[in-house]
């Protein structure tokens, strides 16, 4: 960078020294600026293979992993003849019928206190003290959570509040009702074996109106029981889970309700439709980028080209050299590439060859297609795309009559896709592992920008205080050519 140094010249000889020597150091100054603006650009291009990375990386350990295990297509679906049972079904699930009855839901242990009252008959609030209801500072409550023992010892400025906040530190849920004048205790989790019990302490019990003889109100903690296919399962919670399915409790029923499973056809169409979704909104934005157009009039601007222009003319200007950051990019094009062969192959289950044509699944034609958009997918019958959406469905179709073979197909298509991505981001002396770029080499070089920009300003800085110094030394002897003719001036004067 230029030099810090305060200097003065022209002030003898009136000469813009300035300007001149701006003029003798133009082509290094110019140097300097095409490496700063090589650099912006080098650090502009890093982030745009990162944003694209981050996308293609995201569909490979996504959508694309998922669908290489035969998990994504073992989808089930249980329906219920009553709103009292609702199943999600497990991959595992057996097809057919069941019966089922539920018998009992999970309930909490609950008390419902009495009616209490100061020793002194007057309102109790809050801030009462819980000795003022004539209970011995010193009494201790023990009680039981979920089968673990508890203590609360009262103290002498223990208010109800005090109170409560202890029995919640225990474990429990408790307040003070100060309209109602009663406390309600509840167990925090539903099911026999998550219920409390009062276990000492029993005046003060009385006096906090929390006993059966003062008029509380106690509901016992109880499991959930559910019948299915004649066996009997309990639960603390209204959860049951069964073989793989989730059954849920949502009220006690006399009769018999039947749960039917089957394939999750919907599921299964709607695991690979969301697949391609991603995989074009992916393969478009990479065909975008690499058949941007050239910004090759579009300069690097300086700080000065910068400043007789507006924001919104520096925006524009430095957004067609963005958007051309990745075009034609050997990079971009391998993974396309690689990504492209992968989905145009001919699968091979039980000796017979199959594309994702025969699923009705396929590209438009090159014509047709956006130029952006020709390698992307389309599935017949989808009613989400315009295009495709009054073919016949040939996907859903196989779905519901060789889901084997649908899972076979994609499995296979999806493994393929896999490990070609996973070649391209594999690591090398240039690349880290998950990145489609050189992010390595791209990296060196912005560090390398660095040094050269070092570079060149010290050569620019030195020639500037060379031509200052040379300016100098001229200005020095006109100021003493003219000190010599004014002594000269003076002597024929006197």
Do not use: C
């Not at 010193?138 to 508890?150: H, I, M, N, S």
């Not at 990079?331 to 992968?342: E, H």
């Not at 084997?404 to 393929?416: G, I």
């Amino acid at each position: 960078m230029a030099s810090n140094k305060i200097r003065m010249s022209g002030m003898v000889s009136g000469m813009d020294t300035e300007s001149l020597i701006t003029a003798l150091t133009s082509s290094k100054k110019t140097k300097v600026d095409n490496a700063k603006g090589e650099q912006k650009k080098l650090s502009w291009k890093q982030d745009a293979w990162k944003s694209m990375n981050s996308k293609i990386y995201g569909l490979f350990s996504g959508k694309l992993t998922a669908m290489r295990f035969s998990t994504a297509y073992n989808k089930k679906v249980t329906t219920s003849s009553s709103s009292a049972i609702s199943v999600v079904a497990g991959e595992d699930a057996a097809e057919g019928t069941m019966s089922a009855k539920v018998n009992a839901l999970a309930k909490a242990g609950y008390i419902t206190g009495a009616e209490i009252k100061a020793a002194d008959g007057s309102k109790v609030t809050q801030d009462t003290k819980v000795t003022d209801l004539g209970i011995t500072a010193g009494t201790k409550l023990t009680f039981d959570v979920a089968g673990e023992p508890k203590e609360i010892e009262i103290t002498d400025d223990m208010t109800m509040y005090g109170l409560t906040s202890k029995l919640k530190e225990a474990g429990l849920n408790a307040s003070f009702d100060v309209e109602n004048k009663r406390m309600f205790i509840s167990a925090k989790e539903t099911g026999v074996a998550n219920d409390f019990k009062f276990t000492g302490g029993d005046l003060a019990l009385k006096k906090l109106g929390l006993t059966a003889n003062s008029g509380a109100t106690r509901i016992k903690g109880s499991d959930a029981e559910l019948e299915l296919n004649g066996v009997t399962f309990k639960s603390a919670t209204n959860t049951f889970k069964i073989n793989g399915s989730t059954y849920t409790a949502n009220a006690v029923t006399d009769e018999t309700i039947t749960l039917s499973t089957s394939k999750d056809t919907s599921a299964v169409y709607d695991t690979i439709k969301n697949f391609f979704n991603e995989y074009n909104d992916t393969i478009n934005a990479m065909t975008k980028s690499y058949n941007a157009e050239s910004a090759s009039k579009y300069q690097m601007l300086t700080d000065e080209m910068k400043d007789v222009m507006s924001e919104k003319e520096v925006e524009e200007w430095e957004g067609k050299i963005k958007d051309s950051l990745l075009r034609k990019d050997s990079s971009l094009n391998n993974i396309m590439n690689a990504m492209k062969d992968v989905m145009s192959q001919a699968i091979e289950i039980d000796g017979k060859k199959y594309t994702l044509a025969d699923f009705g699944i396929d590209k438009q034609s090159y014509l047709n297609a956006d130029a952006n958009e020709r390698y992307s997918y389309h599935i017949y019958g989808n009613k989400d795309d315009e295009v495709y959406a009054g073919k016949s469905d040939k996907l859903q179709k196989a779905i519901s009559e060789d889901p084997e073979l649908v899972s076979k197909f994609f499995q296979e298509l999806s493994n393929k896709l896999y490990e070609s991505m996973n070649q391209q981001m594999r690591s090398t002396e240039y690349s880290s592992a998950y990145k489609v770029y050189e992010d390595k080499k791209m990296q060196s070089d912005y560090n390398n920008y660095t040094k050269k920009i070092a570079d060149l300003e010290a050569k620019l800085t030195e020639a500037e205080d060379r031509y200052y110094k040379q300016f100098g030394n001229m200005e020095k002897m006109l100021n003493q050519m003219n000190s010599s003719s004014s002594s000269i001036s003076a002597l024929f004067n006197m």
